[in-house]
Structures are given as C-alpha cells and as structure tokens.
Nanobody, 124 residues
Framework: QVQLVESGGGLVAAGASLRLSCVAS????????VAWFRQAAGKEREFVGG????????SYPSTVKGRFTIFRENAKNTVYLQMNNLKPEDTAVYHC?????????????????WGQGTQVTVSS
C-alpha cells in the first residue's frame, strides 16, 4: 500500500507562486496515476490536475489551465504541482491522490490513496 505526503503550502500574496510536493512511499514501485484536488471552505472538492506516471499524459481543468503545471521526478517518487499567478480563489486545502489505474479521472472516488493535505492561502 502506498502512502502519500504533501508539503509546500503556505500563505502568499496574490500573484505569487508555490510548488507543492507529493511524495509516495511504502509500495510506490509500480505505475500510478496521481491527481491533485483542492477543497475550499464551504465548497465542493475540485480536481486541479492529474498525471500518468507511465505515459506522461497530463490533464487540467479549465479553471487552472495555463497557471498550474504538474510534473514528476519518478526517481524520487515525487509529483509536483507548480502554481503560478495565484489568486485568492485558489485558497484551499490541497490533496494529492493516487490510483494504480492508468486513466486520469476528475472524480475523487477514482483514487484509492490520499495524502493528509496542505493548506494554501492567498491573500488579496
């Protein structure tokens, strides 16, 4: 079973950048699809991007495309979420999630393993 740990969140001003990390351990030797989700207070969980470790296919929703980038360093079992031009509406708890499946999906129920989350707060 794989364990996921996120880090890199914090409090930043609008227009700043953050890079979040998702480190996998405890069984991450196969092929995993990894996605990032966020949930703001009082709002539904939202898919913000995904990456296939086997093929390098990327997927982003229109709300973040052009500002957020997902990339990986497989030798370190790490997936990153690079967030640029942050806006106050990006404020949320960000989670990474993983599945052994090879297809990137935007539904949270498609993912089997979840990290603890990291808070991102963007001031006005």
């Amino acid at each position: 079973q794989v364990q996921l740990v996120e880090s890199g969140g914090g409090l930043v001003a609008a227009g700043a950048s953050l890079r979040l990390s998702c480190v996998a351990s405890g069984g991450a030797f196969g092929t995993y699809t990894v996605a990032w989700f966020r949930q703001a207070a009082g709002k539904e969980r939202e898919f913000v991007g995904g990456i296939s470790w086997s093929s390098g296919i990327l997927s982003y929703p229109s709300t973040v495309k052009g500002r957020f980038t997902i990339f990986r360093e497989n030798a370190k079992n790490t997936v990153y979420l690079q967030m640029n031009n942050l806006k106050p509406e990006d404020t949320a708890v960000y989670h990474c999630a993983a599945t052994k499946a090879w297809i990137i999906r935007s539904s949270s129920d498609a993912y089997d393993f979840w990290g603890q989350g990291t808070q991102v707060t963007v001031s006005s």
